[in-house]
Structure formats: C-alpha cells, structure tokens
C-alpha cells in the first residue's frame, strides 16, 4: 500500500498539478487512513463499504470535525478511483457513501472601522513596518489567500496598470489594485524591500527581515501582532481580511460574480456564503422600489 501511495500523491502533483498545501492534506489524510488498515489488519484491496463506514465512524469517535471526516472521505474516494483507474483493484469502496453534511460556518468579518484601525498600526518609520503597511493594505485590497501573496514574485505586481496577477493555481486571475495599496507597495518596493534582499536574484515580493521570501507562519504573526497593537478583540487571520474584502465589496454594491472571480472560487456558491452579510439598507431598497417585494 505504502508503495500505491507514493505513486498517487506523484500522480496528484504531477498529473493534477494541486498546490502544495492540497497534496499535504492528502496525504496526511491517507497516511491516517492507512495506520487504520495496518491497525485493522486489513488489506486495501479488499476493503469494502462497511469498513469505511466503520473508519468514518473511528474518526468521529476521535473527536474529528464533520468537515475533516468529509475531507478525509473525498481523500479516501480519490485514492480508490485513482487505483481502479490503475487496474490495482476491482471496485471502488467508497461508491454510494454519503460525505456528511457539513454546515457552511459563517465567516468572520471585521467592520469597516475595524479594519481602518488595523491597517493604521505599521507606522511605516522602518523597513520591516514600511514592508508591514504595503502587506497589510494588499491582503485587504486584493482579498487573495495567504498562500497566493507569500507565492508572489515581484513581477507578478502591474503598478502602472494598477493590478496584480495571481497565477499560484492552474488559472490564472488579474486583480485591481486600489490606490492606497498601490502607494504603499511602491514605498515598499523603493525605500524598504532593496535593502531586506540580500541578492538581487530574489524574486518574491513578499520577504522576511533574512531577505528570503515570506512564510505562512510569518504572515500569521504579522498580523496577530498588528491585531494586538490595535487592540480589537475579534480573533483575525489573514483569511478575515478576505472575508472582509469580500464583505465590504458586496455592501457597498459589487457584483457577485464579479468579487467570485476575484477571490478565485470555482463555484460562485463559495461567494455566495458573503450574501448574509448585505447591508440592510440595500434590502429596505429593494422592499420600496421592487414592484412585487
């Protein structure tokens, strides 16, 4: 089995060409799920329904989220497929199992005021806070996820034409850059990022105090740390200032297929989750001048 796993994540990022993060919560999730079968003393060949259904039921007992046995489901269900395909096994176990319903949690947005207050903390009176302030401005200007600004290469960024091009998938997408992000980026890029590179090869935007590009977990406490300065009591991830961007795109009037292109999501359900948040002026509008409301 350990063999067959090793060539389906190679098949899944070679074939598939998922990101990094993908290809890691698949195998975590099949290594877990092959512990089971050793534990179990099983053979993968010759699993069937009942014991994923008992797998399911195991991870359940364990405490794990609806969502995490869902995903570990659709894991399960890739691997099976991928081994029917490759002729390794007769049938697909995981066929006619219901994935559990996971509930869509509503996500934490920050208020207008909240992130004004947040994007004033980085003074910008050094180098790592002018990098802070030009950071913190395009996370909420372009509402891409923190992966997709950390894979950024300075070249990615238009200035002149006023966008950035996100092209961390297999699709690439433009997205506009308003004019406060745009003037905090150029500070950054002349008087803060020459002098944190250490080689004029450096190709990431983003980059640490090493001069070497800007992790996930580097990002995070930037932000933690920003959220502390400002004193505000929600709990704010990069992924909040998303939600935000999107939030406050639709109340003040974007259209929705609009901010789901660019937020990058392939079905505009994903965007749809922001529709709660509509500012309730635009529904009394609606009320008054709608002839059927």
């Not at 899944?12 to 050793?38: A, C, F, H, W």
């Not at 939600?243 to 999501?265: E, P, R, Y």
């Not at 529709?275 to 002026?281: K, L, P, R």
Request: charge should be positive; hydrophobic fraction near 35%; include cysteine.
């Amino acid at each position: 089995m350990e063999k067959q796993i090793k060539l389906f994540l190679e098949f899944l990022q070679k074939d598939k060409k998922l990101s990094n993060n993908t290809l890691q919560s698949y195998r975590r999730d099949i290594t877990q799920y092959e512990s089971y079968i050793n534990q179990e003393n099983l053979q993968y060949q010759k699993v069937n329904k009942d014991d994923i259904k008992k797998y399911l039921n195991n991870l359940k007992n364990m405490g794990k989220k609806t969502s995490t046995i869902s995903r570990n489901l659709a894991s399960i269900r890739s691997f099976y497929q991928y081994l029917l395909r490759m002729k390794k096994v007769k049938e697909d176990p995981t066929e006619g199992i219901q994935s559990p319903k996971v509930e869509k949690r509503v996500p934490s947005v920050l208020t207008s005021e909240e992130v004004e207050l947040l994007l004033e903390q980085p003074k910008g009176v050094d180098l790592k806070g002018i990098r802070d302030k030009a950071m913190l401005e395009f996370a909420y200007a372009t509402g891409m996820r923190v992966t997709e600004i950390i894979s950024l290469d300075i070249d990615d960024l238009n200035l002149s034409e006023g966008y950035v091009s996100c092209r961390h998938t297999n699709k690439q997408r433009n997205i506009p850059l308003g004019a406060i992000s745009i003037k905090a980026l150029k500070e950054y890029i002349e008087k803060a990022r020459p002098y944190l590179i250490k080689s004029e090869d450096e190709k990431s935007l983003f980059v640490n105090i090493n001069g070497k590009r800007l992790t996930r977990q580097g990002f995070w406490k930037i932000v933690k740390y920003y959220k502390e300065q400002a004193h505000i009591d929600k709990d704010i991830t990069p992924h909040v200032l998303r939600h935000s961007f999107a939030t406050h795109l639709l109340q003040n009037g974007a259209d929705l297929k609009a901010i789901q292109v660019m937020l990058g999501h392939s079905d505009i359900s994903s965007t749809q989750v922001y529709m709660q948040f509509q500012d309730e002026g635009l529904k009394n509008i609606y009320k008054k001048a709608h002839p059927r409301a």
